[in-house]
């Protein structure tokens, strides 16, 4: 396929198990995307940094995160699959930009905010700078379609910018403006099994649905979802009803959620045989995704390959970013 010319880019932050909410809401643009654009997709671990105390875990993280993303559909030979870390000509226009970031804006970011409060003993450079590095991770690769959700908006605003100061200041057209991207549909909402918000805000595990669960826990935390035993006929569908059928729509046939859906109707609808039906869907789909990131999280060399095979191709698109970005400022004496 005829690829479009702008570039895709998106992070993923190395940290817990890929639940339904991520592959709904992110994982699968990033498949969608993969045919149309150039994409650079990339696990954060540098960012992992500015939270993390203890790193004796950021290997399994990585390699999980990275399994579990080719396991939904990321291909590593239609897009560069990277770590941050394997791109050193990140931190060096993380280094430039930080000559145009401005120390006052940056503390009246939200996010560093929120981190302030959660983390008040270890306030560090990292966290104030944050923005400064996603800025460096976008527009390395001069992207200009980031899919990514409303809460990473803010950070979009200030790689915005960072790209027009630098030109500014620098004289050159050297960076575009990202945007935050997705197919112009609203992302699939995966309701939490609690009743209670979106599964990627749950924090209760037993009302998240993760790639990695087995069988038994997907069945499990099915049969113990929230239901209402149902209000007069003809009230609003309670909530946690509703829920169930919107997660049924992800994956069952059309004919079953017809066929609940006449049931809740007529008032004779048994949440027991919806459930029963709602968890093998989910084992269905879910088993096939973790037993193939089982499988390429155990294959050392298939990991070693894609992450070698992604970093070369992040760096051959960031070396001619920094030397536009150098030959601007002018460090070109030689
Ligand atoms: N900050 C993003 C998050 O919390 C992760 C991220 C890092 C990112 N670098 C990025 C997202 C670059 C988009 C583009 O999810």
Same mark, same amino acid.
């Given at each position: 396929? /005829?690829?479009k010319?702008d570039?895709?880019?998106? @992070?993923i932050r190395?940290?817990?198990?890929? =639940?339904?909410?991520?592959?709904?809401?992110?994982?699968?643009?990033?498949v969608?995307?993969?045919?149309?654009?150039?994409?650079?997709?990339?696990?954060? $671990?540098? =960012?992992?940094l500015?939270t993390?105390?203890?790193?004796? /875990?950021?290997?399994?993280?990585?390699?999980?995160?990275m399994?579990?993303?080719?396991?939904?559909?990321?291909?590593?030979? %239609?897009?560069?699959?990277?770590? !941050?870390? =394997?791109?050193?000509?990140?931190? /060096?226009?993380?280094?430039f930009?930080?000559?145009?970031?401005?120390k006052?804006?940056?503390?009246k970011?939200?996010?560093?905010k929120?981190?302030?409060?959660?983390?008040p003993?270890?306030?560090?450079? @990292?966290l104030?700078?944050?923005?400064?590095?996603q800025a460096? $991770?976008?527009?390395l =690769?001069r992207?200009?379609?980031v899919?990514?959700?409303?809460?990473?908006?803010?950070?979009?605003?200030?790689?915005r910018?960072?790209?027009q100061?630098?030109n !500014?200041?620098?004289?050159?057209?050297?960076?575009? *403006? #990202?945007?935050?991207?997705n197919f112009g549909e609203a992302?699939? %909402?995966v309701?939490?099994?609690?009743g209670? @918000?979106?599964?990627?805000?749950?924090?209760?595990?037993?009302?998240?649905l993760?790639l990695?669960?087995?069988?038994?826990?997907?069945?499990?935390k099915i049969? %113990?979802?929230?239901t209402?035993? @149902?209000g *007069? #006929?003809?009230?609003?569908m #309670?909530?946690?009803?509703?829920?169930?059928?919107?997660?049924?729509r992800?994956?069952?046939?059309e004919?079953?959620?017809a066929?609940f859906?006449?049931?809740?109707?007529?008032?004779t609808?048994? &949440?027991?045989d919806m %459930?029963?039906?709602?968890?093998e869907?989910?084992?269905?789909?879910?088993? #096939?995704?973790r037993?193939?990131a089982t499988?390429i999280?155990?294959?050392?060399? &298939?990991?070693?390959r894609?992450? *070698? !095979?992604?970093?070369?191709?992040?760096r051959?698109?960031?070396?001619?970013t920094?030397?536009?970005?150098k030959?601007?400022i002018g460090l070109n004496?030689?």
């Amino acid at each position: 396929m /005829e690829k479009k010319t702008d570039i895709v880019m998106s @992070g993923i932050r190395p940290t817990g198990f890929l =639940h339904l909410g991520n592959y709904f809401g992110a994982v699968r643009n990033y498949v969608r995307m993969q045919d149309a654009y150039t994409c650079y997709f990339m696990v954060a $671990d540098l =960012h992992a940094l500015t939270t993390l105390n203890e790193t004796r /875990e950021l290997r399994t993280h990585v390699r999980r995160v990275m399994a579990e993303n080719i396991a939904c559909g990321l291909d590593p030979d %239609k897009v560069a699959f990277y770590c !941050q870390s =394997h791109v050193p000509e990140t931190a /060096e226009l993380y280094l430039f930009f930080n000559m145009i970031a401005y120390k006052g804006e940056l503390e009246k970011t939200p996010t560093f905010k929120d981190k302030v409060r959660l983390q008040p003993n270890n306030v560090n450079m @990292g966290l104030l700078t944050y923005p400064v590095l996603q800025a460096a $991770d976008i527009l390395l =690769h001069r992207a200009t379609l980031v899919p990514v959700g409303k809460d990473q908006e803010q950070h979009l605003e200030i790689a915005r910018d960072y790209a027009q100061r630098f030109n !500014q200041r620098y004289g050159r057209d050297v960076f575009p *403006e #990202p945007y935050a991207f997705n197919f112009g549909e609203a992302l699939a %909402k995966v309701p939490s099994l609690d009743g209670a @918000g979106k599964m990627s805000k749950s924090e209760n595990q037993m009302a998240t649905l993760y790639l990695a669960d087995s069988d038994d826990a997907i069945r499990k935390k099915i049969s %113990k979802a929230k239901t209402d035993s @149902g209000g *007069e #006929p003809g009230a609003p569908m #309670p909530d946690s009803v509703a829920n169930l059928f919107q997660l049924l729509r992800l994956v069952a046939p059309e004919d079953m959620i017809a066929k609940f859906a006449a049931d809740y109707e007529a008032g004779t609808i048994r &949440y027991g045989d919806m %459930k029963k039906e709602l968890a093998e869907g989910m084992v269905r789909f879910i088993a #096939p995704i973790r037993e193939r990131a089982t499988d390429i999280q155990n294959d050392d060399v &298939y990991l070693r390959r894609v992450m *070698e !095979q992604g970093a070369a191709k992040a760096r051959a698109s960031a070396k001619v970013t920094i030397e536009l970005a150098k030959d601007a400022i002018g460090l070109n004496y030689i």
